[in-house]
C-alpha cells in the first residue's frame, strides 16, 4: 500500500436537522466531488444529498475506518459507490478482496447499494487513453460488475458515459471534466439514484 504524494478528504452532509426525505450518500473520488453539486440540485425535491470523497485507495487502512464511520453518522435509503481511479499499484484481486470489505459494512446499512464504474482516463492529450491507467480501469471495471451481479446491487455504467463524451467536456488532464462535463455526469446519478427511491418509495 503506498500514499499518493498528497492525500485529501471532502464531504458535505446537507440539511442534516431534517429527516422529512430520504438521505442518500455518495462515496467517491475527485470525480464524485466534481458531480456532487449536480446531483443534489437534481435531487433536491426528492432527498438529501451527502457525500463523501477522498484520494486513499480502498487498500488503506484509513479508507475503510473512514467510510465506516461515515455511515454510521446517519441513516441513508441509498448508497451510491464509486471509487477505482486511486492505487494504481493495487492489483485487481487486491481491489475485489477490499471492495467486498467495504461492501460487507455498507450492507449493515440495510439500503440500496448502487455500484459505479470508474471513469476512463485519458494522457493529457484527450485523445490517447493514459497507458498508466486504461488497464486498471477496465479490471476494476469487471471487478464491479461481476461484484454486482453476484450480490445483486445496481450498477450506474459511468464509464460508457465518460467514454461518450467530448474532449471539449473534459479537464485537459485526460481525468476531470469541465462543468458541462460534471453536469453531464452528476444527471445522470441522479437519474440513477431517483429511478431506485421513487422505486422503492
Known amino acids: 500500500m503506498k500514499k499518493e504524494w498528497s492525500e485529501w ?12 426525505k430520504p438521505r442518500v450518500l455518495l462515496i467517491g473520488d475527485s470525480i464524485t466531488r466534481g458531480y456532487e453539486n449536480c446531483v443534489r440540485k437534481y435531487l433536491s425535491e426528492i432527498c438529501y444529498v451527502d457525500y463523501i470523497a477522498t484520494s ?46 467495504i461492501l460487507s459494512d455498507l450492507e449493515r446499512k440495510n439500503c440500496t447499494i448502487i455500484l459505479c464504474t470508474s471513469t476512463i482516463v485519458y494522457e493529457s492529450d484527450n485523445k490517447t487513453l493514459s497507458s498508466l491507467w486504461n488497464e486498471k480501469v477496465n479490471e476494476r471495471n469487471d471487478v464491479v460488475i461481476k461484484t454486482a451481479q453476484e450480490s445483486g446491487y445496481k450498477i450506474n455504467d459511468l464509464f460508457a458515459l465518460s467514454k461518450a463524451l467530448k474532449s471539449e467536456d473534459r479537464a485537459d488532464d485526460g481525468i476531470h471534466y469541465t462543468e458541462k462535463g460534471y453536469e453531464i455526469l452528476g444527471k445522470a446519478v441522479a437519474e440513477k439514484i431517483k429511478s431506485e427511491i421513487t422505486a422503492t418509495n
Open 9 to 20: 478528504i471532502s464531504s458535505w452532509c446537507d440539511k442534516t436537522l431534517l429527516n422529512d
Open 56 to 101: 486513499y485507495a480502498i487498500n488503506m487502512s484509513i479508507y475503510r475506518t473512514l467510510i465506516k464511520t461515515f455511515i454510521n453518522d446517519s441513516d441513508y435509503a441509498l448508497i451510491h459507490f464509486n471509487n477505482g481511479l486511486h492505487g494504481v499499484d493495487m492489483e485487481a484481486d487486491e481491489y475485489e478482496s477490499n471492495l467486498k470489505l
